[in-house]
């Protein structure tokens, strides 16, 4: 197959080969003509009125088939060049055949009429409104672009009227001049008339030269030759000094001539264009077959309609996507189009389409629905736009494709309903966990509340070992509990975050004291490398950040056995400097992890593949946890690891604000237990349908010397609530007959009641059901399994209580008590206290990992031990009791005596 491109530079190449030919041949015969002339026609043959006539006939046949075949053109190209022109030589040649009609002779002997002014009159007149015409559509020719073809029409009409009035103006003013055949014979030109026919035909040239240059087309060239003939016809003329001389003839030959080549020129044009049609109908077809292709390639339906009449036209995909033949839905109108659209989505189409109407939008593109021949319905998507537009901006042809959308629908469909199966299924999950809680906390409430009881009161010691197993068994499933719970916040997305100004190097070296110690017991070095240039104060969340460091530094020091663990830390500057990205690497050299575990070691529950949990430990939370905290700050975490080569651990967090303050300092707070308060006589009610939360919390509450009394439901407590007006009101959330929330509102909407504190008490711990505690008529809520330090703080905000003397409770409970003659090396003490105790105890705050702060307490018994310091080793039995039952809001309490205890052994120095 004969490409596109080879066709048209093969035309091109035989259309201008032609060209050249049809120039140079033609150029030829005008030279030999100019030349030879004067001696081809010397004969007396050619020198008569019969002759004369003849030619003038013959011309004026030739001047009028070149006027029909330049309107020919104007018909079919629209162009005013060619229906001007072709009025000129309509006009010429009319006044040629007037011209030759007269000059015979013998038709008029013996009649009297003298046409010695008529005769010669018709033939300038001819001429030099041809020449006039020629020059009128020259210079009218850069206007015509812009012309629409109704506008053509109707100017094409006024130029055949003004050239006619030229034409007749012409003849007539000719036939006004009052000289004898125009001719002088004693001149030097004869006959001057037709030398003003050649100047006009010089002035024709020009512009037809010009035209020529401009568009390259064989009428422009051949017109020019026709002007040029004319012009040495028009000059031989006038040198004319009697009729049917060599100068006569050779003009009136020339004539004749000039009339054959736009006849020449039109022919050689429309073998050309009959060229160039032809490669544009091969280019067409050819490009149909393309498009044609395509368009079935892509099995898309195509579609045309004609906006003012409502007619439209597709293929037969377009009518096969709604299970019709393009038969069975012909003729098509756009009503036919609209009936088988869903009602529902027109109202959509018609904005769209008028958005694209106005230009609002470059294309049209629209899902909807369309019934097919079974009567279901078919999604489709609709493409196009406006291809056609009205002078006054009003559409007029649009043009497009239709893709059956369905499957895809379908699809969407599938996985919209998988996203809310995973979502409902992600609810039911939260809702589980919540629920589980609750479940598991109200037991482990009584469990780890009355052995804590239990081993105040029990002195057998293989008792309290069990006691003491309870509690390590009961605080190992809370804390699994609680790492689930945190999983499932994060997951929900309903962990907050609570950014404040910190010292990130008071961060990194609290790390430094938690683990120094364990590491260097591990025979391990620990390298803390920060960057000296780490800005004094950042904004971040602290509670967020030092659980991440915590776990990628306590899985190093699990898994290490030689050689080191490093912890550095640098910032990276951006180019706003009141931003920075704060990036912190744990690198230890312990056993590694495979590249292809790598990823799976981030997933809950999942620890890499041979790790013994007998000795290792864990649930497979911390790095899950981790890397969710640091992408909820806006950061990410990579590893790198090889088996027995360590494992590099880096932690990036983006776009961090350095604070302009400085970080916020510590405010003290007072805590309360039962050694430094005493409550005034008061009556507590207990309100939860579980007989051993209530018991749990009597017995607790009674050892402060109030008075408790009870209720299992919530209308009980509101019946109570009037009746004896209590100090305060504990009460369970989750109740039968009227649960807690009812209660509370109804106890504070009554004028009597209103003002009873109420402690909310559950073991829900969802962030959803917190909100919704706070937003209630509870005062306070505490979760179950209860701190007891929480309890007495909420007691001693709403009851009246005195505190003990200080002096009091600063005394241990020893006989001896602490003197300075008891304490085995006070000033040791104090510096060990300085240097290894404090500097732990500081690192402490706001972690709460129990296997640290045993550690710490178990250090600081053993330290109390050796100096013989009573106080101090009362103050760390009590630390680990609390430890051991589990009660984090105690521990923080008991945490914040020590530098009090500190100050007491100072005095004594």
Known sequence: MVTSGSISKGEKKDSSSQVKIFFSAYAGIILIFLLIGPWAFSSTWVSSSDFHASIEIASSFIALIAAVACMMYFFGLKSRYYLIIGLGFFICGSEDMIHGFFSFHRLFAGTGVDFSRFIPGTYVAGRSILAITIIIAALLETRMAKLRASQIKREAL?????????????????????????????????????????VL???ALVLVLKRYLLHRDIFSGMLAACVLLNIGGQIYMSFSKQLFDIFFDIAHIANIVSYCIPMLGISVQGLEEINQRTLSEELLQTEKWRLSE??????AGTWEWNIPTGECSVNDR????AGYTLDEISPLSIDTVENLTHPDDLANIIEILEKHF????DYYVCEFRVRNKNGDWVWVLDKGRVATWTDDGRPLLMAGTRMDFTDRKQAEEKLKTAKDQAESANRAKSEFLANMSHEIRTPMNAMLGFSNLMHNIVTDKQQKNYLDSIQTAGKGLLTLINDILDLSKIEAGRLELQYEAINPLAVFKAMEQIFGTKIADLDLEFIIDIAPDLPPALMLDEIRVRPVLFNLIGNAVKFTKQGHIKLSAYKLDKTDSSFVDLVFIVEDTGTGIAEEQSAIIFEAFVQQDGQRIREYGGTGLGLTISKRLVEMMSGYITLTSAINKGSIFVVTLENVEVARVGPSANTSTVFYDLRNIAFETTQVLIV????????????SLSLAGLEVIEAVNGQEAVEMAKEVSPGMIIMDIRMPVMDGFEAAKKIKTNPKTKDIPIIALTASAGIEHTRKIEQSAFDEHLSKPVSMGRLFEYLAK????TLKEAEENARPTSSDGDTAENIKDIPELLKSMKNQIMPEWEALTGVMEMDEVEAFAKKLADLATRHNAASLLEYTENLIMLIQSFDIEQIEISLKRLPGICDEMEKLA
Do not use: C
Request: without cysteine.
């Open 294 to 299: 395509i368009i079935e390639g892509t099995n």
């Open 688 to 699: 939860d349908d579980i007989d051993s939360n209530r018991r749990l919390i009597k017995e």
């Open 158 to 198: 006024i130029f055949s009227l003004v050239a006619l009035v030229l034409g007749g103006g012409a003849t007539a003013f000719v036939f006004s001049l009052p000289l004898p055949q125009f001719i002088f014979p004693d001149a030097v030109m004869s006959r001057p008339v037709d030398f003003v026919s050649a």
């Open 201 to 203: 035909f010089m002035i």
């Open 358 to 361: 106005k230009r609002e939008l």
């Open 798 to 801: 709403y009851l009246k209580h």
């Open 318 to 321: 377009w009518a096969a996507i």
